[in-house]
């Protein structure tokens, strides 16, 4: 099952981000929500194409923050066994979006099992330790989603093998799992770079404190590390692996349009076009007010759905333009 869509810039109540902006899904069924935008006379719109396939467009000028999976650690579990960083970085680095989504998907849809997944994964990708690492009991943390689930499994596999005993445990949402990393209950969960960053930054320094997160990786990993410390945890590598808000089109729009790119899109359909998303997607600045602030898109129309049925709408031709997360497995090609 995947995680529910919130109105912070984080997964909900604590998992891994999510809607960054974007709000809890609407209720509504596909009915008209904002009014209708026109284009400059001349400009081209692009109407919806139906197909089966969608493809997310590449965020080119960094409207979402980096929710890039990342290992956080308690910091005394890594300062007796500093072995099992270097561990889960080489799971981070074997992570991309499309791996991410492949994963998803045989979890999602295929109805395998996360510890299945997660061993032909190991096995697949060699992430198994040479020799032991070290010994003792370890903790993995697990958000109550199946992509947390999956990735706990995975850390939990690499773990073992480097000669640790390792239980994986599910604590659900991150108000309740981080206090547990805090005070070694848990050794690891993994977690999301940007969420965990404006998560601890809200803790530490207020809720109405500047967001540190960024479209920069790099950046908002940096801004993460000193926060971690000053709340017991540590952070390893982050993975090329994102899990936040995307916009996809139809593969069959993408062709017929040449876009590749959130900024392709602006160009190709300077006339406007049909966005669908939660109920609060026009307000939020992460989906449409970002999409016109940023981009420059133009959107006739706005239609609204529950989270779960934005793709369906994107599929049958009802909007050109949804919202959907990186990592869903109904991404995946294959």
Do not use: H
């Not at 997607?281 to 016109?292: A, T, W």
């Amino acid at each position: 099952m995947r995680r529910p869509p919130t109105l912070v810039v984080a997964l909900a109540a604590a998992t891994g981000l999510l809607l960054a902006g974007c709000g809890d899904p609407g209720s509504g069924g596909g009915e008209t929500e904002a009014p209708a935008a026109t284009g400059a006379a001349g400009e081209t719109a692009c109407e919806p194409v139906a197909g089966e396939q969608l493809v997310v467009l590449e965020d080119d000028q960094e409207l979402q923050n980096a929710d890039n999976i990342i290992p956080a650690f308690n910091a005394a579990a890594v300062a007796a066994n500093p072995g099992i960083v270097e561990l889960l970085d080489t799971v981070s680095a074997a992570l991309d979006t499309e791996t991410l989504i492949g994963l998803n998907k045989s979890v999602d849809i295929d109805r395998q099992t996360s510890s299945d997944v997660a061993g032909q994964f190991v096995e697949a990708e060699g992430l198994a330790a040479d020799g032991s690492t070290g010994t003792g009991n370890l903790v993995v943390g697990a958000a109550n989603f199946s992509e947390s689930a999956t990735l706990a499994e995975i850390y939990a596999a690499v773990l073992r093998s480097g000669g640790f005993t390792v239980e994986v445990r599910t604590v659900g949402n991150r108000e309740t799992y981080l206090p547990a990393l805090q005070d070694g209950t848990l050794t690891v969960v993994p977690e999301y770079a940007a969420t965990l960053a404006d998560f601890l930054n809200a803790r530490i320094n207020g809720a109405e404190a500047e967001s540190v997160a960024s479209g920069d990786v790099d950046a908002t990993v940096a801004a993460l590390a000193p926060l971690a410390e000053q709340s017991q945890l540590a952070v390893g590598a982050a993975s090329a692996a994102q899990d936040q808000n995307a916009f996809a089109v139809t593969t069959a729009f993408a062709e017929e349009y040449g876009v590749t790119t959130l900024s392709d899109l602006a160009e190709a359909c300077a006339g406007g076009l049909t966005l669908a998303g939660p109920a609060e997607c026009p307000e939020r600045p992460f989906c449409q007010v970002g999409l016109e602030e940023t981009y420059g898109l133009t959107f006739t129309e706005f239609r609204s759905y529950d989270f779960g049925l934005i793709g369906a709408a994107v599929r049958d031709g009802e909007a050109a333009l949804g919202l959907v997360l990186s990592s869903d497995g109904s991404l995946a090609t294959s």
